[in-house]
Structure formats: structure tokens, C-alpha cells
């Protein structure tokens, strides 16, 4: 054993240090994802990888443990603390053994992780121009995390913000992350909330370049993973309605696919990694690991059939479930199966069909619309270029590109099954979301295209035929359309989506001075009637006060509806910024005024004391 440390072994627990220095909720990106720098099969890979597994899987191992917290009562930020520090330990022990990592670094890896910083910054103008993330849904999203960082844990129910005896049937890896990124770095959840929106776009990209990585080289991998990410309709349209939680989890599935691609052997630490992936996956949104696993199922058989090692396979699949379910069961043990009525399933099944991002076919001209309804959702350009991928792949990658184009017709499947609920869980369903797992295929033959397009140029140009030669040019000329193409798709819907997020954005700085007074002079259970499309929606996630027109989870609707007839009426709140539509108006409040008083105006925000009682 050596006495001293040299500054070489001391850069990557010192570095770690500075971080948390600096902003201490970066360890939450770090630790523990920070010990696969130490497992074997990630030795084989580079830098950039590696920072991406990192992410993924510290956020994925805080989203899971979240919920050990149900029944292990102690603080979220002392879980923390305890994990971080013997993360610390761990690194600094191995530093001071001189543990050599062997990670692949070179001028490419750092090339493509400043690509990575390129892709995070161009997330941080939201940061800047507003106050909170867009969309109501976001409101939600915002007092679930606001009621975990006020308990510091885990929370029993939705009170005092929502009459809801049960918390825990929604998903809460969004949230979770956000009220720990707000309770260690002591700032206000809406703020962890906005800062998790952007951060989610950036994770997609990132997560979507691993997987590629395990059919493509970096370049091809990234340009590809930009091209899905910025040039298409999805998956930047949900940040104007708020649905970030849904790409979140639908990163964690893409991240998990790629692991399963990436371990070889069936260690339990493998399959421990990869069911805590997937797990974080359900735990932030079930529709998209449900998604996931019908279109597996066509990924499995495939690649059963293609294995020499059948028997070895299948054991890596059962090892996978079985942990899975064991990490799922503090989840599993909270769930109520009897909460979700009738008029709640038949809501969901309303919006699910005629919503105007569904789709509206039916069987007999499903053939047609559904990959119409695809086309039009993911974007026109995104799907032809896939198109055409599927095609090239043919001659680069034939075995990969028939099973993508098998996960493609379940996806089809699914989306005809939207209408008429054959398979379990059809209700979660949603056709826009399947349509946006579409972007997995997707990515594949994009990929294969750009393969496909850029050998033809390269081995065609250096021969000296001029028929080959014009094929080579030719090739060239089909990658610099591509590439334009590119570029005028993803300036213009980058710019559209911010442009959307911030209108859709329903807090103003007079909102905040509201919530402000709502703090120091009301009660905690001291009730709002509210617009649900304006300020008044962010009622409960910033000033944690009860509404009557909050966004709510589908499986409390009866709960709510009948709890919230017990309260009270207290106050009136009108907000700023109209973003959806408005039923209370200011006009019919200043009219009466010996039935509301007016005790807040700061511009057109307006607060009023109701006096019938």
C-alpha cells in the first residue's frame, strides 16, 4: 500500500468535488451512475458513452430508490448524503489503489461530448425567458414534485394542496428528481421543475446516440440522433403542452435498449442495471415501458430465432423481469387496483380516440391512415428519410433492418388497437404516444440511409470509371440535400418550439408576486377558485394552497370531485396570461363588491376575499 497520492490518481475525485462545489444537485447526474466507470463491459466503450450511462443511470437509481422511501422512513436528502458519500468513498479508494479505468479518451470523444454541451445549451433560453416550464400539464407535474420536496420523502396523500387521501398511482420519476434537485440545491421546485423540461430534450438526444452507437459509428450516431431530435415534429412538440415526464421515460427506454444490446454476459449486475433502467422508464410514465414491451416482444422472438445460445438468451430475459418486478415491488405494494372508475376509463378512452393528435381511421382503411397519421405526427421529413433508410438497409444491414421493420408493424398494431382495446392496458395506449416510439425505427433507418449513402460516395468516388464516379458525385449531391434539409427543418421547428414553450408558459412575474401574498396571508387550506388556464393553475405547486381547477391525474378525478365539495371557497384568483380557456372573468368580481373584495392587484393579476359565507 503507497503512502501518497499523486495529483494523476487525485483529478477524478477532485474534479467530482469541484462539481459539487459549484452546484451541489450535480452529484444527482453522477452518483451512482459513476461506478459503471468500473464494471468491464463499459471499459469497451468511449468517454462520451460513458458520460451518458453515467446520467442515465444515476438519474435512474434516484427515480427507483424514490420510492424505498415509502416504507424506509427517513428524509430524501439524508438518502442523498448517504449514497453520494459512499459513491465518493468508492472512487477515492480505488484512486488511492491506483485502479486503472482504461476509458477511451481521444480528440473524437471530446469532440462529440462538446457536441453534447452544444445540444444542453441550446435548451437553456427557457431557463431564461420564463418563470415556469409550459402547459398545464407541467403545472401538475410541478405540485406532485413541490408535495415530495415540502415532505422531504415520500408523501402519504395529496393534502393540504388536493382533497386525495392516496398518493402514489401516478408516476413520479419527473417529479422526484425535481424535488431532490430543489432540496439540495435549496431552489424553488418550479424553477428544478423548468430546469428539468430543458434538460429532458437535451437527455433525449444523448440517450438516442448510445443506442445508435451499437449499429453506427460516432459521427453517423450523432448526426443521426440531432436529425430525430431537432428536424422532425416530435419530440420537441411536447414541451408547449407540458407532456416531459412521457420523453423522459421514453429516454430511459431508448437507454435501456441500448444496454441490452451493450451487456453480452448474463451477470446479475448486468441485468440489475439494465431492470433499473427500464424500471425508471415505468416509474416516470407506464405507457411507454407497456409500448415498449409489446414491440420487444418482436425484438425478442427475432433474435431468439437468429441465437445460437437460446437457452443463455431466455435466462438473461427471465433474469430481467424477475429483477425488475423486485425493484417495481415498493410501487407494486402502494398501488390501489380499485381506484380508477368507470367514468375515469372512459375519459381516457375519449381523449385516446378523439383527441386531434389521434388517430381517426379505422380497420379497413387503417393501411393508409395510419402511416399517414405517423407521417404527419413525426413529421414529413423525418419519415421519408426513414423511408428510404429502410430500403438501403437492405444492403448494409439486412438482419437489423427487417427486425425494425417488425417493431414498425407492432407499433402499427398498436396504434389500430387504440380503437378497439383487444390487448391489456389499451387505455394508457395513446396513439400519439406510440407514434412517437416510432422514432426508434426510425432512428435505425435513418442511420442505415446515411450509412447506406456516404460508402457510396466514398468507394465510388475513388474508382476511375466515370460511370462510378457520377454515382459517387450523385451520392454526394443525395447527402448535401439531406443535410439542407436538415438544417432548415431544425431551425425552423427549434425556434417554433421555443417560441411555443414560452407562449404556453402561464406564470408572469405580477403571478409570483401573488403567490408571493397568497404565503403570508392565507392558510394552508385556504381554497382558490381558479381559471385553469391561467396563473391561477400554479396555485398549489408555488404557493401550496388548494384550487378548484387544478390538472389532475386521470385516477383521482372521482376522489377529487367529491373531496373538493367539502371545502370551502375562501378566494378568487385571476391570473395575467391567458394561455388556455378562461371562465372567470374580472368584470363580474368588480361588480359585486360587497360579495368580493378585492385584497391583491398587481397589473392584471387579481386576487378577491369572497364575503358569502
Not at 430524501?76 to 458519500?85: E, G, M, N
Not at 417495481?328 to 398501488?335: D, E, K, Q, T, V
Not at 433507418?445 to 466515370?466: D, H, M, W, Y
Not at 404565503?519 to 398549489?540: Q, R, V
Request: glycine fraction near 6%; include cysteine; charged fraction near 15%.
Amino acid at each position: 500500500m503507497r503512502l501518497r497520492l499523486s495529483c494523476k490518481e487525485l483529478i477524478f475525485p477532485i474534479l467530482i468535488l469541484i462539481s459539487f462545489l459549484v452546484w451541489k444537485p450535480v452529484i444527482i447526474f453522477i452518483f451512482p451512475g459513476i461506478l459503471i466507470f468500473y464494471i468491464k463491459d463499459f471499459k469497451k466503450i468511449g468517454l462520451s458513452e460513458i458520460v451518458v450511462y453515467t446520467i442515465g443511470l444515476s438519474l435512474s437509481f434516484w427515480i427507483c430508490a424514490f420510492w424505498i422511501l415509502r416504507f424506509v422512513k427517513i428524509p430524501f436528502t439524508l438518502l442523498f448524503y448517504i449514497v453520494s458519500a459512499a459513491c465518493f468513498g468508492y472512487v477515492f479508494y480505488f484512486s488511492y489503489f491506483k485502479k486503472n479505468l482504461n476509458i477511451k479518451i481521444n480528440y473524437r470523444e471530446i469532440i462529440i461530448i462538446a457536441f453534447f454541451i452544444i445540444v444542453l445549451l441550446l435548451y437553456t433560453p427557457i431557463m431564461r425567458n420564463q418563470i415556469v416550464a409550459a402547459g398545464a400539464d407541467m403545472s401538475m407535474h410541478t405540485y406532485i414534485a413541490k408535495l415530495i420536496y415540502e415532505k422531504n420523502g415520500f408523501p402519504l396523500s395529496y393534502k393540504p394542496i388536493l382533497p386525495i387521501n392516496h398518493f402514489g398511482v401516478y408516476n413520479t420519476g419527473f417529479q422526484s428528481i425535481s424535488a431532490l434537485i430543489s432540496l439540495i440545491g435549496n431552489s424553488p421546485v418550479y424553477r428544478s421543475t423548468l430546469l428539468m423540461t430543458g434538460f429532458t430534450y437535451f437527455f433525449f438526444s444523448i440517450c438516442l446516440y448510445v443506442f445508435l452507437r451499437r449499429f453506427y459509428n460516432k459521427w453517423i450516431s450523432l448526426v443521426t440522433s440531432l436529425t430525430i431530435s431537432f428536424a422532425g415534429y416530435q419530440p420537441m412538440g411536447y414541451i408547449g403542452w407540458g407532456g416531459n415526464s412521457t420523453i423522459l421515460s421514453l429516454s430511459f427506454v431508448i437507454l435501456g435498449l441500448s444496454l441490452i444490446y451493450l451487456f453480452k454476459e448474463e451477470s446479475i449486475s448486468s441485468m440489475f442495471i439494465i431492470s433499473l433502467v427500464l424500471c425508471s422508464a415505468f416509474l416516470t410514465n407506464s405507457a411507454y415501458l407497456l409500448i415498449f414491451s409489446y414491440i420487444y416482444i418482436g425484438i425478442f422472438l427475432f433474435n431468439l430465432i437468429k441465437s445460437k445460445l437460446r437457452k443463455s438468451f431466455i435466462i438473461k430475459h427471465v433474469l430481467i423481469v424477475i429483477i425488475s418486478l423486485l425493484i417495481l415491488s415498493p410501487f407494486i405494494l402502494n398501488l390501489r387496483f380499485d381506484i380508477i372508475s368507470k367514468s375515469e376509463r372512459d375519459w381516457v378512452t375519449e381523449l385516446n380516440q378523439n383527441h386531434i393528435t389521434a388517430w381517426h381511421g379505422n380497420l379497413k382503411n387503417s393501411i393508409v391512415t395510419i402511416p399517414m397519421n405517423v407521417r404527419k405526427y413525426d413529421g414529413k421529413f423525418i419519415s421519408f428519410l426513414a423511408f428510404i433508410g429502410f430500403f438501403c438497409m437492405l444492403f448494409t444491414n439486412k438482419q437489423e433492418a427487417l427486425k425494425y421493420l417488425i417493431v414498425t408493424g407492432i407499433l402499427f398494431v398498436l396504434i389500430l388497437n387504440s380503437h378497439y382495446y383487444i390487448l391489456p392496458f389499451s387505455y394508457i395506449l395513446f396513439s400519439y404516444r406510440i407514434a412517437t416510439m416510432a422514432l426508434i425505427p426510425f432512428a435505425i433507418f435513418i442511420g442505415g440511409l446515411i450509412t447506406f449513402i456516404s460508402r457510396t460516395a466514398v468507394i465510388n468516388l475513388k474508382k476511375k470509371e466515370i460511370t462510378k464516379r457520377i454515382l459517387g458525385v450523385c451520392a454526394l449531391v443525395f447527402l448535401f440535400l439531406v443535410f439542407t434539409g436538415f438544417i432548415q427543418n431544425s431551425i425552423s421547428r427549434y425556434s417554433f418550439f421555443i417560441r411555443s414553450s414560452q407562449i404556453n408558459s402561464m406564470v408572469t412575474p405580477n403571478d409570483i408576486e401573488a403567490y408571493k401574498w397568497i404565503e403570508e396571508n392565507t392558510k394552508t387550506t385556504d381554497l382558490f377558485l381558479n381559471n385553469y388556464g391561467d396563473g391561477g393553475a400554479w396555485i398549489p405547486a408555488i404557493a401550496f394552497r388548494p384550487i378548484t381547477n387544478p390538472h389532475n391525474a386521470h385516477p383521482y378525478f372521482d376522489e377529487f370531485r367529491e373531496g373538493i365539495k367539502k371545502l370551502t371557497l375562501k378566494y378568487v384568483y385571476i391570473g395575467e396570461k391567458k394561455v388556455y380557456k378562461i371562465d372567470l372573468h374580472q368584470e363580474e368580481f368588480d361588480s359585486k363588491p360587497d360579495e368580493y373584495e378585492l385584497v391583491f392587484s398587481k397589473g392584471n393579476v387579481k386576487i378577491y376575499k369572497i364575503n358569502l359565507q
